[in-house]
């Protein structure tokens, strides 16, 4: 395998199955109940790499035709452009290569009642 035939070799082509948005880093207790309110749907999922926090939603691109094939190659988004396959999702996935990872509520849920003593009190005040 080589670069140029690694990609026929990720038969999901893992890269056109989600989608991420960086986050501002969530430091108070509002910031995370807010992020928790993201992972609480379905398929949306919250990592802290090296470059900061993101979210990633898990949806397959629906120009990802059958055979793996771009179905908008010569119109696809400077991200797919900019993409190489160097070093991959086919050689570690987000959640490998994440420092921190949450899948959903009850993680995140979790995570925060350990950093902030109040988390499970946040709504007394309301
Ligand atoms: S760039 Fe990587 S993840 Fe994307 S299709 Fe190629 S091998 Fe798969
Ligand atoms: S536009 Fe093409 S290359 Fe970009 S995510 Fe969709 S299928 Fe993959």
Not at 45 to 56: A, E, I, N, S
Request: include cysteine; charge should be negative.
């Amino acid at each position: 395998m080589n670069a140029e035939n690694k990609c026929s070799y990720c038969s999901q082509s893992k890269c056109c199955q989600y989608s991420t948005v960086e986050v501002e880093t969530p430091r108070s207790i509002r910031d995370f109940d807010n992020l928790v309110w993201h992972v609480s749907h379905l398929n949306t999922h919250l990592f802290k790499d090296t470059d900061g926090w993101y979210l990633v939603f898990y949806a397959q691109c629906q120009h990802l035709e059958p055979n793996g094939n771009c179905g908008i190659y010569e119109k696809r988004p400077f991200i797919c452009r900019e993409h190489t396959n160097d070093h991959c999702e086919y050689d570690m996935d987000i959640k490998a290569g994440a420092e921190l990872y949450f899948m959903d509520y009850e993680e995140l849920d979790n995570y925060c009642a350990k950093r902030f003593k109040n988390w499970h009190k946040r709504f007394e005040k309301l």
